[in-house]
């Protein structure tokens, strides 16, 4: 019996140190993890730029506004954004001509009054949103169908809405024979930063020979006595520039994020802007995801995005830099899909720069930036088995 | 065949173990092997063993320090329930586990008036790893320290064979001393160290600066570099076995003194050496990678998903500052770990067969130092029957042990174990906390 109760003691320490049901692994363990529970940061670095250039390379592939931009918004050499509008301002054909005079049998002068024409339609938009133009520049050229050279006079005058004014070297001209020539070129004034709306050529005079029509070469080439007119101007901002965009959408946005189950996360950066624009950012809103399409939006309350701040405008020899810090968070929970996001926002022309041409090269640009989230990142790994 | 000899040999690697001297041969009257603890311990007579086995485990974390029970699953540290504090307050500051064996060939002891000699053969290898606490400090808490070391990540494995000569003499009726000299033949030896991982984890850089050694040396395999100088994974034999890939020397020294008539007490210190390897393949590894976020990132570049193609050229360049860098010519001097060893035995007077003690073991090993201390009651009622049992504290908690010396004839079974009090993951033998495990059985023939 002392025998059996020494064994007994000696073995006690088999019976303690033998295996713990709870740590049984065959049937497979939760594999979930949650890591980074403090806090990571993360450096993001820099993003961009966007640039105007950019913006418009992507905006020409829309179907639309693509060719509105392409018949009128150019870029130059110099890569500044410029309107650019051709037309004609007055055309008439040789034999209508002969028709409207007198007697074409003597050489007459032939008074066509007073003509004008409007130049691109958009271009009176500008002013209504407060974009300026700068470095306006006019051409006016005339074709002569005839085997004869033409005397012409006129008063041209080019019109904006807050001014107008002559045109020079149009008083008297000449029009070589089957020739067309540059009757006007005019660069105007720099204080003028709002666009010419129309032209008018008044009290057009054309001294005509004995019967034009016999003077044409042949009834095949151009038979017309053609005024046209090219119009550039760079595109700028102005001084009273203000642009609100409400409840924009950024249609985009699919970031299926909420599996990784975050609470919080902050971005900072440094936004250096080259463009004269400041744009204050008002509201950014998170969307609930939608069950389906029929379904109403419907804003999700629990998610706070941290986004009152105004990003300054600057210019490419002085470019602005915002330090900004955004912040996402999910008041309970944890920041699910963002299927949905929609902003409010302002544009308006950064004060004390006064008109400043628009660039290609002008943009946003995001420097040095991190990311730090905070309370955890859930990663879903099928749990072992 | 000679592959069959690698996977075979990383096979038994895999299972191995020893690092700690037997301490219960002080209490078993019976067995014959004592002097591998201390080498002043005779036998009356003379023995011959062969093939005794000793395999030893010992790790400073657990199972337990990544799986966590959470009502009826089980969860790891990382997920949510388990708090920063629980986590990380299971893990030490540098994590190990290290297993060792001790495999005798063959072992034959005389007695020569008051001298007692012994000559033997084994093989001992050891594998080990160890990795820092910061690395699970950063995947639970994030980077909010900015500053991290990682250095100490290791692996190791070391295998040689030990030919050693004892001399054991008695001075007097109350003291003995006795020292072994062991001749150490390398056989291979690996070891991968991160000697420097120094991370800096910011909101403007991420950057990391390390440095790596990898020793290698077999007489198996061997590692041909590639044209620029790198070592690859690309292992091959070798044509002819060669050894050795190294050499060495080590002494163990030990003293037993009687003071009073029924206790005695034993000093010794164990394998005091190293082993000079050689005939190896070695490479090193440097170099700074830095990266400070994604550089221009264009809008393209996020609409057509290439984000992660930054992070690629960063993760190769991280990559390619680990390529190991051959080097010509290493050699490399390292002491195996060694053992001091304490006991105290007092036969009860009343009843010589019943002894009580004590034993007290510190391990000196790189990184993975280790003392414990044990309580121990021997029974040794007749001469073919020895029995102990012990228990006691250690750098990783409370441990026991028990040990049995069984003669039948001539021949001597003994078996002995010790382990801690943690538990196992069921149907396996991984231990769930720190643990220092011990199994040894031999059998020897007396002559």
């Known amino acids: 019996m002392k025998h059996f109760r020494f064994c007994l003691l000696l073995f006690l320490p088999l019976a303690l140190a033998c295996s713990r049901k709870a740590y049984d692994v065959s049937d497979g363990f939760n594999t979930d993890l949650t890591l980074f529970e403090n ?84 271009f009176s938009l500008l002013g209504f949103l407060g974009l300026k133009v700068a470095n306006q520049h006019l051409e006016i050229t005339a074709s002569n169908p005839l085997r004869a050279s033409v005397q012409g006079s006129c008063s041209p005058t080019y019109i904006s809405q807050d001014y107008s004014a002559p045109i020079d070297g149009m008083d008297n001209f000449s029009l070589p024979k089957r020739n067309t020539v540059e009757l006007a070129s005019q660069t105007l004034p720099d204080h003028l930063s709002s666009p010419v709306m129309s032209l008018e050529l008044a009290n057009l005079t054309l001294s005509l020979p004995a019967n034009p029509v016999s003077t044409i070469y042949d009834n095949t080439g151009n038979l017309l006595f053609s005024f046209d007119y090219k119009y550039t101007a760079s595109l700028a901002i102005g001084e009273e520039f203000t642009l609100p965009l409400e409840d924009i959408s950024l249609g985009d946005v699919n ?72 912040g996402i968070e999910a008041l309970e929970g944890t920041i699910p ?29 995001v420097k040095n930036a991190s990311a730090k989230l905070s309370g955890g990142i859930t990663i879903p790994i099928k749990n072992a088995e | 065949m000679k592959k069959t000899i690698i996977l075979l040999t990383a ?8 690092s700690q001297s037997f301490q219960q041969a002080f209490f078993l009257d019976g067995y014959r092997l004592g002097y591998r603890y201390n080498p002043a311990l005779q036998n009356q007579d003379g023995f011959l063993s062969v093939g005794q086995w000793e395999n030893q485990n010992r790790n400073n974390f657990g199972a337990a320090s990544f799986l966590y029970p959470r009502g009826d699953e089980l969860v790891t540290g990382l997920h949510s329930s388990v708090s920063a504090q629980e986590f990380l307050g299971n893990l030490k500051d540098d994590n190990y586990f290290n297993n060792s064996i001790s495999f005798n060939l063959v072992s034959y002891g005389w007695r020569k008036e008051k001298a007692y000699h012994t000559l033997e053969a084994g093989f001992r290898a050891s594998y080990s790893a160890s990795f820092p606490k910061e690395i699970f400090t950063i995947l639970k808490l994030g980077t909010g320290e900015s500053h991290y070391d990682l250095g100490g990540l290791s692996l190791g494995e070391k295998a040689f064979v030990e030919l050693a000569y004892g001399y054991s003499r008695k001075l007097s009726d109350y003291i003995s001393v006795g020292a072994r000299a062991k001749l150490l033949v390398g056989l291979e030896a690996l070891s991968y160290r991160l000697t420097r991982l120094d991370l800096t984890l910011s909101e403007s850089i991420y950057e990391a600066r390390l440095e790596a050694d990898l020793d290698l040396t077999s007489s ?19 044509d002819r076995w060669r050894l050795p890939s190294g050499g060495g020397l080590a002494v163990d020294l030990g003293v037993v003194a009687t003071p009073v008539e029924g206790l005695t007490l034993s000093a010794s210190i164990v394998d005091l050496g190293g082993i000079f390897w050689y005939y190896g393949n070695a490479g090193k590894s440097q170099g700074t990678t830095t990266f400070t976020g994604m550089d221009n990132l264009s809008m393209e570049e996020i609409q057509e998903g290439k984000i992660g193609n930054q992070f690629q050229d960063e993760l190769d360049a991280l990559l390619a500052s680990l390529k190991l860098k051959s080097v010509n010519n290493r050699t490399l001097l390292e002491a195996i770990p060694f053992n001091v060893n304490l006991a105290a035995k007092y036969q009860l007077p009343f009843y010589r067969a019943l002894a009580l003690g004590a034993t007290g073991n510190y391990v000196s090993m790189k990184g993975m130092n280790y003392w414990e201390a044990r309580g121990v009651l021997a029974w040794n009622p007749w001469n073919w ?52 495990k011990m199994l040894t059985i031999g059998l020897t023939y007396d002559l």
């Open chain 1, 255 to 326: 970031l299926a994020i909420g599996q990784f189950g975050l609470k919080q996360c902050q971005l900072s950066l440094e936004l250096e802007n080259t463009l004269p624009l400041q744009v204050k950012i008002n509201d950014i809103v998170v969307y609930q995801p939608k069950a389906s399409e029929n379904e109403e939006a419907v804003v999700d309350e629990n998610i706070v995005i941290a986004s009152d701040f105004t990003i300054a405008g600057g210019s490419l020899e002085h470019p602005s830099t915002t330090q900004l810090n955004v």
């Open chain 1, 39 to 122: 806090e990571i940061s993360v450096p993001v670095g820099s993003v961009g730029p966007f640039t105007l250039g950019l913006i418009m390379d992507k905006l020409s592939q829309i179907e639309g506004i693509g060719s509105l931009l392409a018949d009128y918004l150019k870029t130059g050499k110099d890569d500044a954004l410029y309107l650019e509008d051709t037309g004609n301002i007055f055309s008439i054909n040789v034999y209508e001509l002969e028709k409207q005079l007198p007697d074409a049998d003597t050489a007459t002068s032939w008074n066509a009054g007073n003509r004008s024409a409007y130049i691109g339609g958009i």
């Open chain 2, 385 to 436: 029957l020895g029995v102990t049992a012990n228990a006691g504290s250690g750098e990783h908690g409370a441990v026991w042990g028990a040990a049995l010396n069984v003669a039948f004839k001539k021949f001597r079974l003994t078996a002995a174990y010790c382990d801690g009090f943690g538990g196992t993951i069921p149907y396996t033998s991984t231990p769930l906390k720190a643990n220092n």
């Open chain 1, 337 to 365: 899909d963002l299927r949905e996001v929609h902003l409010n926002l302002s544009l308006a022309a950064q004060p004390d720069l006064g008109v400043v041409a628009l660039s290609t090269k002008q943009g946003l640009y």
């Open chain 2, 220 to 238: 198996l395999y061997k590692i041909t570099p590639t044209k620029d100088g790198y070592l690859g994974l690309n292992l091959s034999s070798k």
């Open chain 2, 11 to 18: 096979l038994l690697l895999a299972v191995s173990a020893r």
